[in-house]
C-alpha cells in the first residue's frame, strides 16, 4: 500500500526534479497528481516512464491525499499550503515561508530526524535553504563529537538557485560576450553574472547581512543546535547546477583531521574525496545529478586552538531542494504514517 502524492509546482526546476526523484527512489506511490499555476495548465511532465499532464492549483481539492510536495514562491505557498494542510494533506514545503515557525520543524533527515513527530502542530514541515542543507549534513558528525562552537563559511552558489531565469541569464550572457552585437544587461541578478562573481543573494539586512547570509546562521541553529556561532559570506558564481562551500569549524575539543575523515566517511548522506594531489577534491560539476554531500579539503586550522576546514559540494537542485523534501516524506512515511 502506497501513498497518494501531490507535487505543487511540477513545471518548475525544482518541481521536476522532486518528480524525478520520486521515481529514482522507487517511492512508494499509489497515485500522484501534478499542479501548477493556470498559465501552465495541461503543461506535461515525467514521471518515471509516465508523462502526467498539471491540474489547476486553485481548484485543486487535497482531501484524501496523504502528502504535498511544495515547490513554489512564498506567495503561493502562503494562500495554498494552508488549505492543504487543513484538508489533511501534509504539506512538505521548499520555500522560505515557515522555516522560522517555531511551530514547524524544520529537518534534514540525516540531522535532525527525530524533529519528524513536531509536524501535526500544523501539519507542514519545511525544507531549509539550499546553502544550509548540504552543510549541516557535514556539521552535524563532527558536532556528535567534538561539539562545534563557531562556523565560518564562505558559499560559491550556482545560478540555479535562483531557478530557471537565473539559469537563463548566465547561458545568455556568456553567449552575448562571443556575440558582441547582442547586449544582455543584468536583471535576475544585480550585476552581470557572465565570468563574474557576485558578492550579493537576497537583499540586504540592516546589519549589512544578506538575507541568504542571515538564513544560513538562523537554521543551522534550529537543525543543529542553538549554541554554535556561525558568519556567512554568500557569493553568486557562474555554475549552472552545484553549490560549493568553504567552511572553518571551531570546536570546544580537537578533533584530529583524520579522524574527521573517518567520521565524514561513515556519515549518512556524505561522501569524502580527498587526496592531496592535484584534481584530489570534487567540483560542482562532478556533483551534478548525485545524491551525496561531497567532503574534501579537510585539514586543520592552525590560527586557531581546535579548528577544521573542509570544502563541501552538493547538487543543490537534489539535496539543496528536491531531494531533502523527498527524504523527509520518506521519513514521513517510515515513522508516522507507515502505509509504504
Same mark, same amino acid.
Given at each position: 500500500?502506497?501513498?497518494? $502524492?501531490?507535487?505543487?509546482?511540477?513545471?518548475?526546476?525544482?518541481?521536476?526534479?522532486?518528480?524525478?526523484? @520520486?521515481?529514482?527512489?522507487?517511492?512508494?506511490?499509489?497515485?500522484?497528481? #501534478?499542479?501548477?499555476?493556470?498559465?501552465?495548465?495541461? =503543461?506535461?511532465?515525467?514521471?518515471? /516512464?509516465?508523462?502526467?499532464?498539471?491540474?489547476?492549483?486553485?481548484?485543486?481539492?487535497?482531501?484524501?491525499?496523504?502528502?504535498?510536495?511544495?515547490?513554489?514562491?512564498?506567495?503561493?505557498?502562503?494562500?495554498?499550503?494552508?488549505?492543504?494542510?487543513?484538508?489533511?494533506?501534509?504539506? $512538505?514545503?521548499?520555500?522560505?515561508?515557515?522555516?522560522?515557525? &517555531?511551530?514547524?520543524?524544520?529537518?534534514?533527515?540525516?540531522?535532525?530526524?527525530?524533529? $519528524?513527530?513536531?509536524?501535526?502542530?500544523?501539519?507542514? $514541515?519545511?525544507?531549509?535553504?539550499?546553502?544550509?542543507?548540504?552543510?549541516?549534513?557535514?556539521?552535524? &558528525?563532527?558536532?556528535?563529537?567534538?561539539?562545534?562552537? *563557531?562556523? #565560518?563559511?564562505?558559499?560559491?552558489?550556482?545560478?540555479?538557485?535562483?531557478?530557471?531565469?537565473?539559469?537563463?541569464?548566465?547561458?545568455?550572457? =556568456?553567449?552575448?560576450?562571443?556575440?558582441?552585437?547582442?547586449?544582455?544587461?543584468?536583471?535576475?541578478?544585480?550585476?552581470?553574472?557572465?565570468?563574474?562573481?557576485?558578492?550579493?543573494?537576497? !537583499?540586504?539586512?540592516? /546589519?549589512?547581512?544578506?538575507?541568504?547570509?542571515?538564513?544560513?546562521?538562523?537554521?543551522?541553529?534550529?537543525? !543543529?543546535?542553538?549554541?554554535?556561532?556561525?558568519?556567512?559570506?554568500?557569493?553568486?558564481? &557562474?555554475?549552472?547546477?552545484?553549490?560549493?562551500?568553504?567552511?572553518?569549524?571551531?570546536?570546544?575539543?580537537?578533533? /584530529?583531521?583524520?579522524?574527521?575523515?573517518?567520521?565524514?566517511?561513515?556519515? &549518512?548522506?556524505?561522501?569524502?574525496?580527498?587526496? *592531496?594531489?592535484?584534481?584530489?577534491?570534487?567540483?560542482?560539476?562532478?556533483?551534478?545529478? /548525485?545524491?551525496?554531500?561531497?567532503?574534501?579539503?579537510?585539514?586543520?586550522?592552525?590560527?586557531?586552538?581546535?579548528?577544521?576546514?573542509?570544502?563541501?559540494?552538493?547538487?543543490? @537542485? *537534489?539535496?539543496?531542494?528536491?531531494?531533502?523534501?523527498?527524504?523527509?516524506?520518506?521519513?514521513?512515511?517510515?515513522?508516522?504514517?507507515?502505509?509504504?
Amino acid at each position: 500500500m502506497g501513498y497518494r $502524492i501531490v507535487v505543487v509546482g511540477a513545471t518548475g526546476n525544482v518541481g521536476r526534479e522532486m518528480l524525478n526523484i @520520486l521515481a529514482e527512489r522507487q517511492f512508494p506511490v499509489d497515485e500522484i497528481a #501534478v499542479l501548477a499555476s493556470r498559465k501552465s495548465l495541461g =503543461t506535461e511532465v515525467s514521471f518515471g /516512464d509516465k508523462t502526467l499532464k498539471t491540474q489547476d492549483l486553485d481548484t485543486f481539492d487535497f482531501t484524501g491525499w496523504d502528502m504535498a510536495l511544495f515547490a513554489v514562491g512564498s506567495a503561493a505557498t502562503k494562500d495554498y499550503a494552508p488549505k492543504a494542510a487543513a484538508a489533511g494533506c501534509t504539506v $512538505i514545503d521548499n520555500s522560505s515561508l515557515y522555516r522560522y515557525d &517555531p511551530d514547524i520543524p524544520l529537518i534534514v533527515p540525516e540531522v535532525n530526524p527525530e524533529a $519528524i513527530h513536531d509536524y501535526a502542530k500544523k501539519n507542514i $514541515i519545511a525544507n531549509p535553504n539550499c546553502s544550509t542543507a548540504q552543510m549541516v549534513v557535514a556539521l552535524k &558528525p563532527l558536532h556528535d563529537r567534538a561539539t562545534i562552537k *563557531r562556523v #565560518v563559511v564562505s558559499t560559491y552558489q550556482s545560478v540555479s538557485g535562483a531557478g530557471k531565469e537565473g539559469a537563463d541569464e548566465l547561458w545568455d550572457q =556568456t553567449k552575448s560576450i562571443y556575440n558582441p552585437t547582442t547586449d544582455v544587461p543584468p536583471n535576475k541578478f544585480q550585476k552581470q553574472i557572465a565570468f563574474n562573481v557576485i558578492p550579493q543573494i537576497d !537583499v540586504f539586512m540592516e /546589519d549589512g547581512t544578506t538575507k541568504e547570509e542571515w538564513k544560513m546562521v538562523v537554521e543551522t541553529k534550529k537543525i !543543529v543546535d542553538p549554541a554554535i556561532k556561525v558568519t556567512a559570506t554568500c557569493v553568486r558564481v &557562474p555554475v549552472f547546477v552545484g553549490h560549493s562551500e568553504a567552511v572553518n569549524i571551531e570546536f570546544e575539543e580537537f578533533l /584530529d583531521e583524520d579522524e574527521a575523515r573517518d567520521i565524514l566517511r561513515e556519515a &549518512p548522506g556524505v561522501m569524502v574525496i580527498d587526496k *592531496r594531489e592535484a584534481g584530489g577534491y570534487v567540483t560542482p560539476i562532478e556533483c551534478v545529478g /548525485d545524491f551525496a554531500t561531497f567532503i574534501s579539503r579537510i585539514r586543520q586550522d592552525s590560527t586557531i586552538e581546535n579548528g577544521l576546514n573542509l570544502w563541501c559540494v552538493s547538487d543543490n @537542485l *537534489r539535496k539543496g531542494a528536491a531531494l531533502n523534501a523527498v527524504q523527509i516524506a520518506e521519513l514521513l512515511g517510515r515513522e508516522v504514517l507507515k502505509k509504504g
